[in-house]
């Protein structure tokens, strides 16, 4: 058996033939580098006392940790390795060709070669990789806390509780976390550019929570002045920092301080964060990153609580003036009264804009002058006193370029405007505001409203007062419409009563004169005539009376029938004959057009029916009835008389009949109308006042005239 002297002597002779295969391995061009994997194995392989084997297994396990510290792949080293192993076996083949005993003993060296370093070098790579698996689930644990805490804090953040709960909460998380005996959170003032304690997790400083620092006074005030990050292992080791660090009980070292910046349009800063420590201490990039993120969160929420107040203010304030332009509104609409509309105008200006005064001009387009119709808060005497020319003082050219104007202490260098000459007014008043009062295109006017304060409106302000000043020109222009159709209306409604007082009174001078014509007459066919036309007469009389005193404009059918038997009644009826009159409801409604027509033809109606239907007769009875048919007025005269000496229908004359003035009338009247005239004897159905007494038709002679119903149109 050989021994492994004996093995490591023959090798070494043959040291130069197994640098060469090893060389064509590598491809270095002076031989395995020292140090390398080729370089290790060759020289552990011929018993270098300076490899042996505990040597190259500590060389291969530090290579193995470097391996994986520098993110190296261990396939590919065991690859090399394996490939000088195969090298080096192929060459002590054909170098112990003819020494089996030797050949064996090599080759079981070159194995336990191979199997040290592969094991020392996987030991090495693992152990790093077993390190970084510790550390990356060490990170990931602390990584899934600070987002937990983050998460808290945001959450809290974004809570309804109030800001000072919120900021406690969010520093002792923050402590907690990166377990510090102090968190503390500064806020700054800018009017007064300190900075005051609002919270901390716990201690509190000599002053409580109304300590306060200058800018630039301790480590806070330092970072508030330059507005970037203090790191310090130690803050009592800076006299500049130390006063701060011991305003608490206990002494604090280690700091980590950091200023809470708003970045929006500009940054804008909020305050300080601050986390101590009682021992010294370094403060890592991910412990700096957490804190950066909190303060962050602070700065957003404190930011968003002052949005939320400024939003919330200015909705509070559109809602008021919303609620007064609705209120004045309301009020304006609820009276026509122009007085009165120019006064509430003139003071919810006032309250709208927050001004002290104002006033109303009104142009007159003839002068092109402007005078006060209404004011608030000026000098009664001043107002009444105010004449203003188009273009002059800043009423005046507001009205000539139907614009609205603002300015500030104007009056100091406008020698026209009129509040120069009042001192006392003039030393108060130092802003004015001139909107146009326009309605459709045409200035009626302007609004002026003047303030003690030395600034302009804003955009918001002034629309608002411009929307206002709208309104009020359309309620000026309609309080000024109602007053002149009210004086209209008056004037319309006397000449009206006078129209009727004389056309009534003229109708009664013709009755008077034909009826005492027919008593001087001594012709009974000229006497029967002239009764006639008396009748007629007083007839239209009494239809103009009906609508002198109801609703011009139409009558009802039965109201008209009314009149007209009165009238007949007292002229036709001899005093022989005892007829009697019903004239059945009917409430359809005829314009005024169809009213005296209608009336002249129930005259004719009923003088046919008493001269002719009654001839013979001592007594009867004459029924007048109208309804609505189709959208056809239908108006009937009943009479128990004998019948007609001929039927008229609808559509056709009578033959043979001999048309009198009455029946000419009625046609030639109801055509007027678009109507028709028939005279016929029929069947009706009359109203059964007594329950008692039997419905049955019966038969009378019906005189009937029907004209289409024309209403009179309503709008809302």
């Known amino acids: 058996m050989i021994s492994g002297d ?32 080729a370089w290790l194995l060759l020289n552990a392989l011929i018993g270098d006392e300076a490899v042996n084997n505990e040597s190259l297994a500590a060389r291969f396990e530090r290579s193995g940790r470097w391996l994986a510290e520098q993110g190296g792949k261990l396939d590919g080293r065991l690859n090399g390795l394996q490939q000088y192993i195969d090298a080096l076996l192929n060459e002590l083949k054909e170098v112990f060709s003819d020494q089996p005993g030797m050949l064996a003993a090599a080759t079981a060296r070159l194995s336990q070669l191979q199997s040290i370093s592969v094991m020392s070098l996987a030991r090495g790579y693992q152990s790093v990789t077993d390190q970084y ?37 969010t520093a002792q998380e923050v402590a907690a976390e990166l377990h510090v005996e102090l968190c503390s959170i500064f806020f700054y003032d800018e009017l007064q550019r300190v900075l005051t304690l609002r919270a901390t997790n716990g201690p509190r400083p000599l002053g409580g929570m109304h300590f306060t620092l200058r800018l630039g006074e301790g480590y806070s005030g330092w970072v508030a002045d330059k507005g970037r990050p203090l790191f310090m292992p130690d803050a009592l080791s800076d006299n500049n920092f130390a006063s701060e660090a011991r305003s608490y009980h206990t ?8 200023p809470i910046i708003f970045f929006g349009n500009a940054e804008r800063l909020i305050g300080v964060i601050s ?8 403060f890592t990039r991910d412990e700096i990153s957490f804190v950066e993120v909190v303060a962050g969160i602070v700065a957003i929420n404190i930011e968003n609580g002052r949005l939320y107040e400024q939003t919330d203010e200015q909705l509070r304030r559109k809602v008021h003036e919303l609620a007064t332009i609705h209120r004045v509104s309301s009020i304006i609409a609820s009276t026509l009264n122009l007085d009165e509309v120019l006064q509430i105008i003139t003071t919810q200006a006032v309250h709208l804009s927050g001004a002290e005064r104002s006033c109303i001009f009104e142009l007159d387009e003839d002068r092109q002058k402007l005078h006060v119709l209404a004011h608030y808060g000026l000098n009664s005497n001043l107002a009444s006193s105010i004449q203003i020319g188009v273009g002059q003082c800043c009423a005046g050219r507001s009205v000539q370029t139907g614009r609205p104007s603002m300015a500030v202490d104007c009056f100091q260098t406008d020698e026209s405007c009129f509040i120069r000459s009042d001192p006392f007014v003039s030393s ?7 909107v146009p009062l326009k309605v459709k295109q045409k200035v009626l006017g302007c609004i002026c409203i003047y303030s003690n304060h030395r600034h302009l409106l804003s955009p918001e302000q002034m629309q608002l007062v411009i929307t206002f000043a709208n309104e009020a020109a359309i309620a000026i222009e309609n309080a000024r419409l109602y007053e002149e159709a009210r004086r209209g209306l008056e004037l319309k409604s006397v000449l009206l009563r006078e129209l009727h007082h004389r056309v009534k009174n003229n109708l009664a001078t013709v009755g008077g004169i034909l009826s005492l014509q027919r008593r001087r007459t001594k012709s009974p066919e000229i006497r029967a005539t002239l009764a006639e036309s008396v009748n007629r007469v007083q007839g239209l009389a009494s239809t103009h009376d009906l609508l002198a005193h109801e609703d011009v404009s139409e009558a009802r059918v039965d109201e008209i029938a009314r009149k007209i038997v009165g009238v007949a009644h007292s002229n036709l009826c001899p005093p022989e004959k005892r ?13 005024s057009r169809a009213v005296t027509v209608l009336a002249l033809v129930i005259n004719e109606m009923i003088s046919n029916s008493i001269k002719h239907g009654m001839a013979n007769k001592n007594e009867g009875s004459i029924i007048i009835r109208g309804l609505e048919e189709d959208g056809m007025v239908i108006v009937q005269v009943l009479d128990d008389g004998v019948g007609p000496a001929f039927e008229l229908s609808f559509d056709e004359a009578a033959e043979g009949s001999s048309e009198g003035l009455g029946l000419s009338l009625i046609k030639h009247l109801i055509g007027d109308l678009d109507g028709k005239f ?4 029929g069947m009706v159905t009359l109203s059964n006042r007594n329950p008692q007494e039997n419905n049955e038709p019966v038969e009378r002679t019906i005189s009937e005239v029907r004209f289409p119903l024309v209403r009179r149109s309503r709008t809302s």
């Open 6 to 37: 004996g093995v490591e002597q023959g090798l070494h002779t043959h040291i130069t033939r197994l640098q060469a295969c090893l060389q064509r391995v590598s491809g270095d061009s002076h031989g395995p580098e020292e140090g390398s994997d």
């Open 133 to 169: 698996k510790i550390e990356s689930v060490h990170t990931t644990q602390q990584l899934e806390q600070r987002l937990t805490a983050l998460q808290r804090i945001n959450g809290v953040s974004n809570s309804a509780m109030d800001l000072d709960q919120t900021l406690e909460i």
């Open 251 to 258: 002494d604090l070292h280690g700091l980590m301080a950091l």
């Open 275 to 282: 986390v101590q420590s009682i021992e010294p201490r370094e």
């Open 428 to 434: 108060e008043i130092h802003s004015v505001l001139c």
């Open 579 to 591: 007829i009697t009159f019903q004239v059945e409801p009917s409430p359809i409604v005829i314009p």
């Open 678 to 681: 028939s005279l016929r004897r």
